[in-house]
């Protein structure tokens, strides 16, 4: 490698899932001592590029280059051989060992009698590099998530990589830590390692940036400097021509049964008041959800949104506030207390909370309704069985019979067979986080489909999602949080893919209701 050399070069890779692009000929380069960020809306392929640069998904085609020598990275471990390090978004560090014990995880050296050698001199300048120089000894699980940030770094920085790869380091951090992480990452700049820089957060690029390249739709579109305005790199994010006003749109609001005029002052299924978390993830949220209506939340990774969803569905508890379904206030905070006041909740990433490997298609969807079936300790069997034929056929899933086990279906009859599960409890009103992931069109269809049957009987829907096109086809209105904060309020004839991206992003939104000024300290309506 030459000193003029590139440290990573992307040449027209292509990465497809299942039949759909994920990366359509990409091609990036990274120079020596640069920090690149890289930034695109949620399923840009932001994460599949990473990915690949990582060694732990394999391209369909394209040529990586290290410095000027083409190569193929088949692993993690290779790439961390070959000088490629990456911090993931979510941390894969171990909470019951301490921080010494995590530097070395998976690389430990031994003394002559077997014993654990103690950290290494780059594991310790690492932690010093972080300021975290006196922690050594602490249990991770004693350290802020800030302070677990800067260790992971620390970890990677250990490796002595000629490129670090961060994925949304400052999601979750407050101003201030966010403000120490940017310095601790001109420390490694300045040590010889060049970044890969992926975030959301527009207004960190100017400080942290050399480069910026815009992904959208599986490829880069554009590359500016640093100093380029937040309004121009928005424009490139989401592009100039989304209209989500088309004829799918305004024909599915039409069918909606929110339309029906009487039901809009009706009684709120679920009421928010100044809900807030414990752990700072949102603050002094409030809101109401009419019978037959679908509440988009929408916002960036660090916005909240999760959290928000679990605490409504009984899994998180808030540190203040109020939570009401049907005019009744939730008091035991659990997801059981929650279903029992009728509320279901159909929770992210199917294949670890949703999916039990082992159970049949019928014990999955009766898992909910257990206890209202349960007689004396005993689970009537024919009950179940019944009530899971029912529901596998409202629900459209595609199975032999209830017998057959979960995991042998397609990733859609999966999610159906999940949202027949929820509807088995009866809710009033169900709570759905990311509901279509990995889910192909005709799944799609068939849960919409659920979610309106709902609605025509007067239930309410909380949905969640990073497709903001499906949450303007879908929902009625929809909430953006912005770091915690409740920014919009978007009603239905404001509702499309370009305005939830501004508000996303915290640009001024004019609506009719009121405009949400960027500028403002909690973005609030003026």
Same mark, same amino acid.
């Given at each position: 490698?030459?000193?003029?050399?590139?440290?990573?070069?992307?040449?027209?890779?292509?990465?497809?899932?299942?039949?759909?692009?994920?990366?359509?000929?990409?091609?990036?380069?990274?120079?020596?001592?640069?920090?690149?960020?890289?930034?695109?809306?949620? %399923?840009?392929?932001?994460?599949?590029?990473?990915?690949?640069?990582?060694?732990?998904?394999?391209?369909?085609?394209?040529?990586?280059?290290? %410095?000027?020598?083409?190569?193929?990275?088949?692993?993690?471990?290779?790439?961390?051989?070959?000088?490629?390090?990456?911090?993931? =978004?979510?941390?894969?560090?171990?909470?019951?060992? /301490?921080?010494?014990?995590?530097?070395?995880?998976?690389?430990?050296?031994?003394?002559?009698?077997?014993?654990?050698?103690?950290?290494?001199?780059?594991?310790?300048?690492?932690?010093?590099?972080?300021?975290?120089?006196?922690?050594?000894?602490?249990?991770?699980?004693?350290?802020?998530?800030?302070?677990?940030?800067?260790?992971?770094?620390?970890?990677?920085?250990?490796?002595?990589?000629?490129?670090?790869?961060?994925?949304?380091?400052?999601?979750?951090?407050?101003?201030?830590?966010?403000?120490?992480?940017?310095?601790?990452?001109?420390?490694?700049?300045?040590?010889?390692?060049?970044?890969?820089?992926?975030?959301?957060?527009?207004?960190?690029?100017?400080?942290?940036?050399?480069?910026?390249?815009?992904?959208?739709?599986?490829?880069?579109?554009?590359?500016?400097?640093?100093?380029?305005?937040?309004?121009?790199?928005?424009?490139?994010?989401?592009?100039?021509?989304?209209?989500?006003?088309?004829?799918?749109?305004?024909?599915?609001?039409?069918?909606?049964?929110?339309?029906?005029?009487?039901?809009?002052?009706?009684?709120?299924?679920?009421?928010?008041?100044?809900?807030?978390?414990?752990?700072?993830?949102?603050?002094?949220?409030?809101?109401?959800?009419?019978?037959?209506?679908?509440?988009?939340?929408?916002?960036?990774?660090?916005?909240?949104?999760?959290?928000?969803?679990?605490?409504?569905?009984?899994?998180?508890?808030?540190?203040?506030?109020?939570?009401?379904?049907?005019?009744?206030?939730?008091? %035991?905070?659990?997801?059981?207390?929650?279903?029992?006041?009728?509320?279901?909740?159909?929770?992210?990433?199917?294949?670890?909370?949703?999916?039990?490997?082992?159970?049949?298609?019928?014990?999955?969807?009766?898992?909910?309704?257990?206890?209202?079936?349960?007689?004396?300790?005993?689970?009537?069997?024919?009950?179940?069985?019944? =009530?899971?034929?029912?529901?596998?056929?409202?629900?459209?899933?595609?199975?032999?019979?209830?017998?057959?086990?979960?995991? /042998?279906?397609?990733?859609?009859?999966?999610?159906?067979?999940?949202?027949?599960?929820?509807?088995?409890?009866?809710?009033?009103?169900?709570?759905?986080?990311?509901?279509?992931?990995?889910?192909?069109?005709?799944?799609?269809?068939?849960?919409?489909?659920?979610?309106?049957?709902?609605?025509?009987?007067?239930?309410?829907?909380?949905?969640?999602?990073?497709?903001?096109?499906?949450?303007?086809?879908?929902?009625?209105?929809?909430?953006?949080?912005?770091?915690? /904060?409740?920014?919009?309020?978007?009603?239905?004839?404001?509702?499309?893919?370009?305005?939830?991206?501004?508000?996303?992003?915290?640009?001024?939104?004019? /609506?009719?209701?009121?405009?949400?000024?960027?500028?403002?300290?909690?973005?609030?309506?003026?």
């Amino acid at each position: 490698m030459t000193a003029a050399s590139p440290v990573l070069v992307l040449r027209d890779v292509a990465k497809s899932f299942s039949g759909v692009r994920a990366l359509n000929r990409v091609s990036l380069r990274i120079e020596r001592d640069e920090c690149c960020a890289l930034v695109g809306a949620n %399923g840009a392929g932001k994460s599949t590029l990473i990915n690949i640069a990582c060694g732990a998904v394999q391209p369909d085609s394209g040529v990586l280059l290290l %410095g000027d020598d083409e190569t193929t990275i088949r692993s993690p471990h290779m790439a961390i051989e070959l000088g490629i390090a990456t911090v993931h =978004q979510h941390d894969q560090l171990v909470p019951n060992l /301490t921080v010494a014990e995590n530097l070395s995880l998976g690389r430990e050296r031994t003394k002559a009698a077997g014993l654990l050698s103690n950290p290494t001199r780059e594991s310790l300048a690492a932690l010093e590099m972080v300021g975290l120089g006196d922690r050594a000894d602490d249990l991770v699980e004693s350290m802020t998530l800030a302070e677990r940030q800067l260790l992971a770094i620390a970890r990677a920085v250990s490796l002595r990589p000629r490129l670090l790869i961060l994925d949304e380091p400052t999601a979750a951090l407050t101003p201030n830590e966010t403000k120490y992480l940017v310095e601790v990452i001109e420390r490694v700049r300045s040590a010889g390692t060049s970044l890969l820089y992926v975030t959301h957060r527009l207004q960190e690029l100017e400080e942290v940036a050399d480069r910026i390249a815009v992904m959208r739709d599986g490829q880069v579109v554009a590359e500016r400097p640093p100093e380029t305005s937040e309004a121009e790199l928005v424009e490139l994010i989401a592009g100039k021509g989304i209209v989500a006003h088309d004829e799918e749109l305004v024909e599915r609001r039409r069918r909606r049964a929110f339309d029906r005029h009487e039901e809009r002052n009706a009684e709120a299924v679920l009421v928010a008041r100044g809900v807030s978390d414990r752990e700072g993830a949102f603050t002094d949220i409030s809101f109401q959800l009419r019978p037959g209506e679908v509440l988009g939340i929408v916002g960036l990774p660090d916005a909240g949104v999760v959290q928000l969803v679990e605490t409504l569905a009984g899994a998180r508890r808030p540190s203040d506030g109020t939570i009401e379904v049907a005019g009744e206030r939730l008091r %035991g905070r659990s997801p059981r207390e929650a279903g029992r006041r009728g509320i279901g909740y159909l929770a992210g990433d199917r294949a670890r909370r949703g999916v039990i490997p082992n159970a049949s298609v019928g014990e999955t969807i009766a898992l909910s309704g257990l206890s209202r079936m349960t007689r004396l300790g005993f689970i009537p069997g024919r009950r179940v069985a019944a =009530q899971g034929e029912h529901l596998l056929e409202q629900c459209q899933v595609n199975a032999a019979d209830p017998s057959v086990p979960v995991v /042998t279906l397609s990733g859609g009859n999966q999610q159906k067979a999940l949202f027949a599960r929820v509807l088995a409890t009866h809710p009033r009103v169900v709570v759905c986080e990311d509901p279509t992931a990995g889910v192909d069109v005709a799944g799609r269809e068939s849960i919409y489909g659920l979610v309106s049957e709902l609605c025509e009987h007067g239930g309410g829907v909380v949905w969640t999602g990073s497709d903001l096109r499906e949450i303007a086809t879908v929902c009625d209105r929809a909430l953006v949080l912005w770091r915690g /904060t409740l920014v919009a309020d978007l009603q239905r004839e404001e509702l499309d893919e370009p305005t939830l991206m501004l508000a996303q992003f915290k640009r001024t939104v004019t /609506t009719s209701q009121s405009v949400i000024r960027q500028d403002h300290p909690r973005g609030e309506y003026v």
